[in-house]
């Protein structure tokens, strides 16, 4: 048999295999679009705004329905009810990870114009830093630059068409260049370093006196010694304290870059800010998190930033933990489950003018701060954002510090800021900006 007639009888034998699943489980999973075979519905979707692809469908097929990633089923939940549902209602059921090839793959990402990514991008870091390594880097320091300079580029290269195409198409990743090998490379470099710190610490540990979180795993590992099958491993602690950097820094720095830069665009809006920081805290004093339950405006707008740029629009993926018949549709154990946060975070039931930019969303009528069960930037249920406390107290911290010591002044006029992201896959990537921080 020539390679010729081989490659036609694989292509033929995976055509028939995909018609056979995707017509198989028609009566089961829920409805959706009819996709091509093999490739299945990749090609309608708009890899530059995949949340307004899928409010598309939604409307089309309601709020539960399945698309086909390659040959892959994934059920899609759009909105609030569904969102919840599943969840919170259904939380244990939900709450196993969904698959992500490329990121298993890799496991096995004064006065003059300045670009803010660096400095907000040293804070969550350096936060990190202190919690696992038990200390803080010098933002001069020639490591922590490259960590940082690597970690930056994972989120922009995991945003764009390319890895959702990748994590798709998953047999692409081993033998196709691309952009998916940059993150590869950058998580090895991470990984190399981070062993480098925990070598150093197995060499310093001092068991009755613990630093930080990688002293407190290996006592915890030195405990489980008797135990063959332990997870405490360095392999796991390596991928941890990754992983850790990965949903701690770029986040967080990725939310006060675009805070920034909505704050510019409405200059209305950081004028009550900082009337509140003034009268609250004066001008003297270092912001604290008890402040913020005396400053409703200010909390409303931090609210209203998460809400407004949408950071995860279809969360990190979930997949079902047993079988599940869920709103009369039967949903496999193991099914990948893609939540639409942005449905929720853009109900306009919940949120009137939800594209409109505006902190009365999380007010009352009398100004007080209104909470919101649509607020889900961190996700809901038994997969929410581990980090979402000390996320929301360095928002507060960074956002109030900055406010009540600078002004903001834009290069251009505020009318002609851009707020729209340059990348919306994975996550929400603002566009490059600069601007003067004018001491008050």
């Known amino acids: 048999m020539d390679l010729v007639t081989f490659l036609v009888l694989i292509l033929s034998s995976l055509l028939l295999l995909s018609l056979w699943r995707q017509s198989s489980r028609t009566g089961s999973l829920p409805p959706g679009p009819t996709g091509l075979p093999i490739i299945g519905n990749f090609f ?31 059920v899609v939940l759009h909105g609030y009810e569904a969102v919840k549902e599943a969840l919170i209602d259904h939380g244990e059921e939900f709450s196993d990870r969904g698959s992500f090839p490329v990121g298993e793959k890799i496991n096995k990402g004064l006065g003059s114009p300045c670009d803010p990514t660096f400095i907000l991008g040293c804070v969550p870091c350096n936060v990190i830093c202190s919690i696992i390594f038990g200390n803080r880097f010098d933002y001069k320091d020639q490591d922590f630059l490259i960590l940082m300079k690597k970690l930056n580029e994972n989120v922009k290269i995991l945003s764009t068409p390319w890895i959702q195409f990748c994590n798709s198409f998953p047999v692409l990743i081993d033998y196709v260049p691309g952009s998916h090998k940059t993150i590869a490379k950058n998580f090895d470099y991470i990984k190399t370093y981070l062993l480098k710190k925990i070598k150093e610490h197995q060499e310093s540990l001092d068991v009755t006196n613990p630093r930080d979180f990688i002293d407190y795993y290996l006592i915890k590992q030195k405990q489980e010694n008797h135990n063959q099958h332990s997870e405490f491993t360095l392999e796991n602690l390596s991928t941890t304290v990754s992983d850790l950097f990965g949903a701690g820094t770029e986040t967080t720095s990725t939310t006060l870059r675009y805070a920034l830069l909505l704050l510019m665009k409405y200059p209305e809006v950081t004028a009550k800010v900082q009337e509140e920081i003034h009268r609250v805290i004066g001008k003297h004093r270092i912001p ?38 869920f709103r009369n549709y039967f949903i496999p154990k193991g099914t990948t489950v893609l939540t639409s946060l942005s449905s929720v975070l853009h109900d306009s039931k919940e949120f009137p003018n939800p594209e409109m930019f505006d902190p009365g969303h999380f007010l009352d009528k009398n100004g007080n701060f209104k909470k919101s069960n649509y607020f889900m930037p961190f996700s809901a249920g038994k997969r929410v954002c581990a980090g979402e406390g000390m996320a929301r107290m360095e928002l507060f911290l960074v956002l109030t510090t900055i406010l009540q010591n600078f002004k903001l002044k834009s290069l251009v006029h505020p009318k002609d800021i851009d707020t729209s992201a340059v990348l919306n896959g994975f996550a929400s990537v603002p566009p490059f900006y600069e601007l003067c921080f004018i001491p008050l």
């Open 288 to 325: 604290c998190m008890q402040d913020r339950s005396h400053m409703p405006y200010t909390d409303a707008m931090i609210h209203e930033v998460q809400r407004f740029i949408d950071l995860l629009p279809t969360n990190l993926p979930h997949a079902v933990t047993c079988d599940i018949k």
């Open 44 to 74: 309608q979707l708009d890899a530059k705004n995949i949340t307004q692809t899928l409010t598309s469908f939604s409307k089309v097929y309601g709020p539960v329905f399945t698309l086909y990633f390659g040959m892959k089923p994934t």
